[in-house]
C-alpha cells in the first residue's frame, strides 16, 4: 500500500478468562481508572454487569470458519463487522477491549487480526490477557479445555482471588499454569487490581517486541518470589528444560522451547515451520521465535497462531550480541521430539 | 502475488489463468482542477444524489446537503452512521444509536429503533418504497402499505437487497444468503448455500443472478433459474465494493490493484470467462461506481485517486489526484453527468461532467 502517513493502528486488548474468574472486574477498573483513555468495548451478549462506558458493542461471538481449506482457520465474524463500524468513529477512542465469554477459544479473535485483512490494517492486536479465579482455576483445567486453552493462549495472566486461596495453594496452583505457558506474565491479584501498564499497551502480538523468550518465571522483574514448588507427587515426568528447572507437566497442554547457537539454513527452517504448522497447526496454539539465520546479519522474528505464521527481519544482530535461535511452541500433545529433532535439522 | 482471476463453477482449479500486463501510462489526461471541493469535516462513509445535489453520508451523526450554492449539515443520528440507501428522493440510514432514520430534501424522521439499541448495520431501498434493515439476526422489511414482516437468519445478517421487480429480498449470512419473499405468506424462504462468510450482496439488473462478497477475497455468485454456483476469486483483499455497469454486462468490484468487471451479459455470467482488469495501480481500489448511462466506471483508490475508466478500451481519465488519504465514497448521479466521491480524512469533491 502506498501510504506514507499511515494512521497508527488502535490497539486492541483481548480479555479472556473462565466464568466468574473476574473478567468484568477487570474491565469495570480499566475503565474507571483515570487514565485519560478512551476505550471502545467490545462486551459478549451475556454480559449483565453495569459497565459504565460511552463506546460498548455488544457482540454475538460468531466464529466462522474460513473457506480456505485450512481446517483451523475462524474468524469472529462479528469482530470484523464492529471494528468495521467501529472505525468510522476513530478519534472517539484510543484503544479497544474484547471481552469474549468464558467459553470462548481465544484463537478466532487473534486470528481475526491476522486473517482479514481490512482489520489488520487499522487496528492490532496487543496481548490476550487471561483472568484466572484462584480457587477453581485448578478444577476447571481438569475439566473444561476452555479454561486451559485461555491459559496456554495468554500474554498476560492474572490469577485473581488470591485472598481466598492460601500461599501453597496459590503455588501450586502458578506451578500448573507456568506447567502449560511459562511464556506468559503472572501476576496475583485481589478484585482484578493490578497496574494497569501491565495488562495494556504489551505489544505482545508485535514482532519487534518478541524480545525476551525467557520463561517469564526466570525473569528477574517479576513482583514474587517463585520458590519452585516441584516436590509434590503428581505421578508425572518432569520434564527438564534447557536450564535444569522443573516444573509441572501438564497432561494434554505443554510448551516445546528450542534453542540453537548454531546459525540456521532459511532454506531448511521455512519449509520445515510451514509444514510444522499445515499438519500440527491444530493443536500448536501459539508460537514465537527469533532466529539467527546463516550469513544473515539481523535477527530473524516469527510468531503464529494455529496454522498462521507472521515473520520479518527484526534488526540487525547487535557487537558481541548472542547469535542464537530460539522459539517455542505451545499447545496440545505436542509431538515434543518431532519437533526438537525437526528443529535441529534446520542447523546450516 | 500477481492476479489470478477466473470465473470458476467448480471448486477444482484450472489452469487458463490470464497475465497481466502493466498500463504504462505516465501522465495521465485529468479532471481534477474541475472539481468543486467540499470540506466534509470527517470521514466520508457514503454519497447520493438528490437530483444535482449531492448528499454526503458522514461517518458520525450527520449528512451534509451539498448544493451549489450553499452547504448544509443535517445531524440525524446519535453516533455513527454504520449503513446508507438511496431511492433519489429520500435516504435511509442506519445507525448505531439502533435507529432507522430517512431524511429527505426537507426533513428527516424515524423510521425504527431497535429495542435493544442494537446497531442497525443493514439497509436497503426497494421498489415501490420498500425499506429493509437488520440488527444482528433479524432482517426486517417495511412494505409501501405500511405492513411490517420480519425473518430471522441463522447467523448476523451481513447484507441486504432488493430484487429490482417483485418483492423480494435477499439475506446474506454465514453459509449462503436467503432469498425472501415478506408477503409470501407461509411460503418457505428459499436459502442458497455455500459454504464460508457471506457479506455483501445483490442481484443482477435482470434478476438472474445473485452474487456476494465473501469474508475470504472473492465473490460468490448463483444462476438463480438453476442454482448454479459461480466463484470468483483471486482478489489481494476482501471485496468491500461492487456495483453493475449500464445495462449489468460487467460486475465491477474493488479489493484488487486493478479494477475488476466480471462479465454477466451471457446466460452462464463470468463461468469460465476471465473478468476484465482494468486501470492498474500500485494502490488497492477502494470504491466502484458503474456509469448509469455509458460504459465506463469510477474507482477510488487507497492513495487517494479516483480515476473514470471507459470500459472498452480501458482509457483513464483522472478525477482525483492520489494523495494518501483512502477514498471511501463514490456516486454517480442519475443523469450520470456529476461524480461525487469523499475519502476517510474527510475531503470531498463533485466533478460535472
Known amino acids: 500500500m502506498t501510504t506514507p502517513s499511515a494512521p497508527a493502528k488502535i490497539p486492541v486488548t483481548v480479555l479472556t478468562g473462565y466464568l466468574g474468574a473476574g473478567k468484568t472486574t477487570l474491565l469495570n477498573r480499566i475503565l474507571s481508572e483515570p487514565h485519560g483513555k478512551k476505550y471502545a468495548v467490545i462486551v459478549n451478549e451475556f454480559g449483565e454487569i453495569g459497565i459504565d462506558n460511552e463506546l460498548i458493542v455488544n457482540a454475538d461471538e460468531e466464529v466462522f470458519e474460513m473457506n480456505n481449506g485450512c481446517i483451523c482457520c475462524t474468524v469472529r465474524g462479528d469482530l470484523v463487522r464492529i471494528i468495521d463500524g467501529l472505525m468510522r468513529r476513530k478519534g472517539r477512542f484510543d484503544a479497544i477491549i474484547v471481552e469474549t465469554t468464558g467459553l470462548a477459544d481465544p484463537a478466532p479473535v487473534a486470528q481475526t487480526f491476522f486473517m482479514d485483512e481490512q482489520v489488520g490494517s487499522r487496528t492490532k492486536l496487543d496481548a490476550v490477557v487471561t483472568v484466572a479465579d484462584a480457587m477453581w482455576l485448578k478444577d476447571r483445567l481438569k475439566d473444561a479445555p476452555e479454561a486451559k486453552n485461555q491459559i496456554a493462549f495468554a500474554d498476560v495472566i492474572l490469577i485473581n482471588k488470591t485472598d481466598l486461596v492460601s500461599p501453597d495453594a496459590l503455588a501450586e496452583l502458578e506451578a500448573r499454569i507456568r506447567g502449560i505457558n511459562p511464556y506468559a506474565r503472572l501476576h496475583r491479584t485481589e478484585r482484578a487490581k493490578v497496574a494497569l501498564d501491565e495488562v495494556l499497551g504489551r505489544n505482545a502480538f508485535d514482532l519487534d517486541r518478541i524480545l525476551d523468550l525467557e520463561p517469564a518465571f526466570l525473569t528477574a522483574d517479576e513482583e514474587h518470589e517463585h520458590d519452585h514448588h516441584h516436590d509434590h507427587d503428581h505421578g508425572h515426568d518432569h520434564h527438564h528444560h534447557g536450564n535444569g528447572l522443573k516444573h509441572y507437566h501438564d497432561e494434554d497442554m505443554q510448551s516445546v522451547a528450542l534453542r540453537s547457537d548454531k546459525p540456521l539454513d532459511p532454506d531448511k527452517f521455512f519449509p520445515w515451520v510451514q509444514d510444522l504448522v499445515a499438519t500440527e497447526g491444530k493443536d500448536i496454539l501459539r508460537c514465537k521465535g527469533i532466529l539467527s539465520f546463516k550469513d544473515d546479519p539481523e535477527r530473524f522474528v516469527f510468531q503464529g497462531v494455529h496454522m498462521i505464521l507472521d515473520g520479518d527481519h527484526q534488526r540487525a544482530w547487535k557487537d558481541g550480541e548472542k547469535r542464537e535461535s530460539r522459539a517455542v511452541f505451545i499447545g496440545r500433545h505436542l509431538p515434543e521430539e518431532k519437533i526438537r529433532q525437526g528443529f535441529e535439522s534446520c542447523v546450516a | ?353
Open chain 2, 1 to 353: 502475488m500477481g492476479p489470478r482471476l477466473r470465473g470458476d463453477d467448480s471448486k477444482t482449479n484450472g489452469n487458463d489463468e490470464t497475465e497481466y500486463v502493466p498500463d504504462t501510462t505516465t501522465q495521465l489526461p485529468s479532471l481534477a482542477d474541475r472539481v468543486r471541493p467540499i470540506d466534509a469535516g470527517a470521514s466520508v462513509v457514503g454519497v447520493h444524489f438528490f437530483g444535482a445535489m449531492p448528499v454526503f453520508v458522514l461517518g458520525e451523526e450527520a449528512l451534509l446537503f451539498a448544493a451549489k450554492d450553499g452547504e448544509r449539515r443535517v445531524a440525524i443520528h446519535d453516533g455513527g452512521i454504520l449503513a446508507s440507501a438511496c431511492d433519489g428522493t429520500r435516504i435511509v440510514t442506519g445507525g448505531d444509536d439502533g435507529k432507522l432514520i430517512a431524511t429527505d430534501a426537507e426533513a428527516h424522521q424515524v423510521l425504527a429503533t431497535d429495542d435493544k439499541k442494537r446497531w442497525i448495520d443493514q439497509v436497503a431501498l426497494g421498489p415501490d418504497g420498500a425499506v429493509a434493515w437488520s440488527a444482528g439476526k433479524v432482517a426486517h422489511v417495511r412494505g409501501k402499505k405500511g405492513e411490517l414482516r420480519s425473518f430471522e437468519a441463522p447467523s448476523t445478517v451481513a447484507g441486504l437487497a432488493f430484487a429490482s421487480k417483485g418483492f423480494r429480498l435477499a439475506i446474506a449470512h454465514y453459509n449462503g444468503a436467503t432469498l425472501w419473499f415478506p408477503n409470501a405468506a407461509g411460503a418457505k424462504p428459499q436459502m442458497l448455500e455455500w459454504k464460508g462468510s457471506h457479506l455483501g450482496v445483490i442481484f443482477s439488473p435482470d434478476g438472474k443472478f445473485l452474487v456476494t462478497t465473501m469474508q475470504e477475497s472473492a465473490l460468490h455468485g448463483w444462476r438463480l433459474s438453476d442454482g448454479q454456483h459461480m466463484r470468483m476469486s483471486g482478489y489481494s483483499a476482501r471485496v468491500r465494493s461492487f456495483g453493475w455497469t449500464v445495462d449489468g454486462v460487467f460486475l465491477a468490484t474493488s479489493g484488487s490493484e486493478q479494477i475488476i468487471l466480471w462479465p454477466f451479459d451471457g446466460k452462464d455470467g463470468p463461468m469460465r470467462r476471465q473478468p476484465k482488469m482494468l486501470a492498474q495501480s500500485e494502490a488497492r481500489v477502494a470504491v466502484v461506481a458503474g456509469h448509469p448511462r455509458q460504459p465506463v466506471v469510477a474507482a477510488g483508490y487507497a492513495d487517494g485517486a479516483v480515476l473514470l475508466v471507459r470500459i472498452d478500451d480501458g482509457a483513464i481519465i483522472e478525477a482525483r489526484k492520489a494523495d494518501g488519504q483512502p477514498v471511501s465514497a463514490l456516486g454517480w448521479d442519475a443523469s450520470g453527468q456529476m461524480l461525487a466521491f469523499g475519502t476517510e480524512a474527510g475531503s470531498a469533491g463533485v466533478l460535472t461532467l
